[in-house]
């Protein structure tokens, strides 16, 4: 039976969707200079509010620290702004003379954006800059334990946008987040599109509204050190990239996969750099709070090693940065094998290339298939080797999995919502961008006859026995 508070969560979705189908429509007859203007309102507002928001996410959630939120942040509103700003979304945007075609966009109209609540605010300035930019409208659906920071962003990105010329009520955050409002967004006549990043059940959710949806899926990173790695680089970009926001990014490293000819030097530096290695004793404890009735204890998400250290009962040093255990089993089973968005990592020692690839497979099959894996090495011939048959939408070489993944240090989109394919039981591998969220309609002029039957005939290729 649905209590009052669903009921009135349910309506105020419903006033949304009509008030965004009105601005989208508005929004539809704008000019290209129109909405980068708009556009370039709301990035300029997501800068300067950044820290604030940042500040709030921790302080409501719990998870990650403010310096690396407000980092996040401001990679949605320069990073993610300056892949986009170019890019034509109204009208004309491609003339093909020589084929005679033209492609125009269109925009996919309301956008049903859902947040997780481990990276509430840059989520929200992320997927408001693709929808607006591409003439959407966007209504968002809060994680319950956001809600305050995921509104308050929300509306930022709405002021910017009215103050530069955007309709009201193109920008939306449903203010009772309850399941019956999250599944009326996403299962409404009028929400046209899903861009849904969170857990699994929201994701299969999206996926089962009967409206087109771009899910995300987990990322139980495995990261493979050859023995021909720069050692010294690859321990440094790791650790930066695991401890970053302490590990709230699905795409930061979960395991290590490290040739045993390199292993001692490995350990070595990364204790230098600020790992601390557990006993068994440790470990034991540490895995104890890892799973919780078979999931992922959500207490230790974004918590600092200190924290998670006092949880388990162990004392980690005040200068750790990342908590390590050496494993060798996957499954839940062995909670260290599994996505823990954390500062911890699984260590396994392997023999060679061929075992890494094998162990990859299996940490990817428990959870993490289409998403991300890593590699350090310098010997090309073993990258290639290593990668091709991955089934990951990314594979980072020589760079954190964290940074990576998300485009901030290699070449792929920028996005904060990262498509795992088929294999992940998501509609698309691709960094979820701009481009997703208009179609495409082509104009395509008369250039040739069809040919006439005898001719059909005259042309068909001879069957070979």
Same mark, same amino acid.
């Given at each position: 039976?649905?209590?009052?508070?669903?009921?009135?969560?349910?309506?105020?979705?419903?006033?949304?969707?009509?008030?965004?189908?009105?601005?989208?429509?508005?929004?539809?007859?704008?000019?290209?200079?129109?909405?980068?203007?708009?556009?370039?309102?709301?990035?300029?507002?997501?800068?300067?509010?950044?820290?604030?928001?940042?500040?709030?996410?921790?302080?409501?959630?719990?998870?990650?620290?403010?310096?690396?939120?407000?980092?996040?942040?401001?990679?949605?509103?320069?990073?993610?702004?300056?892949?986009?700003?170019?890019?034509?979304?109204?009208?004309?945007?491609?003339?093909?003379?020589?084929?005679?075609?033209?492609?125009?966009?269109?925009?996919?109209?309301?956008?049903?954006?859902?947040?997780?609540?481990?990276?509430?605010?840059?989520?929200?300035?992320?997927?408001?800059?693709?929808?607006?930019?591409?003439?959407?409208?966007?209504?968002?659906?809060?994680?319950?334990?956001?809600?305050?920071?995921?509104?308050?962003?929300?509306?930022?990105?709405?002021?910017?946008?009215?103050?530069?010329?955007?309709?009201?009520?193109?920008?939306?955050?449903?203010?009772?987040?309850?399941?019956?409002?999250?599944?009326?967004?996403?299962?409404?006549?009028?929400?046209?599109?899903?861009?849904?990043?969170?857990?699994?059940?929201?994701?299969?959710?999206?996926?089962?509204?009967?409206?087109?949806?771009?899910?995300?899926?987990? $990322?139980?990173? +495995?990261?493979? %050190?050859? !023995?021909? =790695?720069? #050692? &010294?680089?690859?321990? /440094?970009?790791?650790?930066?990239?695991?401890?970053?926001?302490?590990?709230?990014?699905?795409?930061?490293?979960?395991?290590?996969?490290?040739?045993?000819?390199?292993?001692?030097?490995?350990?070595?530096?990364?204790?230098?750099?600020?790992?601390?290695?557990?006993?068994?004793?440790?470990?034991?404890?540490?895995?104890?709070?890892?799973?919780?009735?078979?999931?992922?204890?959500?207490?230790?998400? $974004?918590?600092? +090693?200190?924290? %998670?250290? !006092?949880? =388990?009962? #162990? &004392?980690?040093?005040? /200068?750790?940065?990342?908590?390590?255990?050496?494993?060798?089993?996957?499954?839940?089973?062995?909670?260290?094998?599994?996505?823990?968005?954390?500062?911890?990592?699984?260590?396994?020692?392997?023999?060679?290339?061929?075992?890494?690839?094998?162990?990859?497979?299996?940490?990817?099959?428990?959870?993490?298939?289409?998403?991300?894996?890593?590699?350090?090495?310098?010997?090309?011939?073993?990258?290639?080797?290593?990668?091709?048959?991955?089934?990951?939408?990314?594979?980072?070489?020589?760079?954190?999995?964290?940074?990576?993944?998300?485009?901030?240090?290699?070449?792929?989109?920028?996005?904060?919502?990262?498509?795992?394919?088929?294999?992940?039981?998501?509609?698309?591998?691709?960094?979820?961008?701009?481009?997703?969220?208009?179609?495409?309609?082509?104009?395509?002029?008369?250039?040739?006859?069809?040919?006439?039957?005898?001719?059909?005939?005259?042309?068909?290729?001879?069957?070979?026995?």
């Amino acid at each position: 039976m649905l209590r009052d508070i669903d009921l009135q969560s349910i309506q105020e979705v419903r006033n949304y969707l009509e008030e965004a189908k009105t601005a989208q429509k508005i929004m539809a007859k704008m000019t290209q200079s129109e909405i980068d203007h708009i556009v370039e309102s709301m990035v300029k507002a997501a800068r300067e509010e950044a820290e604030r928001l940042a500040a709030m996410a921790v302080e409501e959630t719990g998870f990650g620290n403010v310096p690396d939120k407000t980092v996040k942040n401001l990679f949605a509103a320069n990073d993610v702004y300056n892949s986009i700003k170019d890019v034509k979304t109204v009208g004309i945007i491609r003339r093909d003379e020589e084929n005679r075609v033209w492609e125009v966009a269109q925009p996919v109209g309301i956008v049903a954006g859902i947040v997780p609540s481990t990276n509430p605010t840059s989520t929200v300035i992320f997927k408001s800059l693709i929808a607006v930019k591409a003439g959407n409208a966007i209504i968002f659906s809060p994680h319950p334990a956001a809600a305050k920071c995921t509104t308050e962003a929300a509306r930022i990105m709405q002021e910017a946008a009215e103050r530069a010329g955007a309709p009201k009520g193109l920008i939306f955050c449903i203010t009772q987040p309850t399941l019956a409002a999250t599944n009326e967004l996403m299962k409404h006549k009028l929400t046209d599109v899903i861009l849904a990043t969170g857990g699994p059940g929201l994701v299969r959710a999206a996926y089962s509204s009967g409206k087109p949806a771009y899910g995300v899926g987990p $990322g139980n990173v +495995p990261v493979y %050190i050859h !023995e021909s =790695a720069n #050692i &010294e680089k690859a321990v /440094e970009l790791i650790i930066e990239s695991k401890t970053f926001d302490y590990g709230t990014i699905c795409a930061s490293e979960q395991a290590l996969l490290v040739d045993e000819s390199i292993k001692e030097k490995v350990v070595a530096e990364m204790t230098k750099q600020g790992a601390y290695f557990l006993n068994e004793e440790e470990k034991r404890k540490v895995e104890s709070i890892i799973l919780v009735n078979g999931g992922l204890n959500a207490k230790i998400v $974004g918590k600092s +090693p200190q924290v %998670i250290g !006092e949880m =388990a009962g #162990i &004392e980690v040093p005040s /200068e750790a940065k990342v908590i390590v255990a050496e494993e060798t089993g996957v499954g839940k089973e062995y909670p260290f094998s599994i996505e823990k968005l954390s500062p911890t990592l699984a260590f396994y020692t392997v023999k060679d290339m061929q075992a890494a690839s094998e162990l990859a497979q299996k940490l990817l099959d428990a959870g993490g298939l289409g998403h991300t894996v890593g590699i350090h090495a310098e010997d090309e011939k073993v990258i290639e080797a290593y990668t091709i048959d991955k089934p990951a939408g990314r594979i980072i070489v020589n760079a954190g999995t964290t940074f990576g993944a998300i485009g901030a240090t290699v070449n792929v989109k920028p996005s904060l919502t990262l498509g795992c394919g088929a294999i992940g039981n998501n509609v698309t591998s691709d960094n979820v961008t701009v481009n997703h969220l208009f179609n495409i309609k082509r104009v395509a002029f008369g250039v040739r006859q069809m040919p006439k039957k005898e001719e059909s005939a005259q042309n068909e290729p001879a069957l070979t026995k």
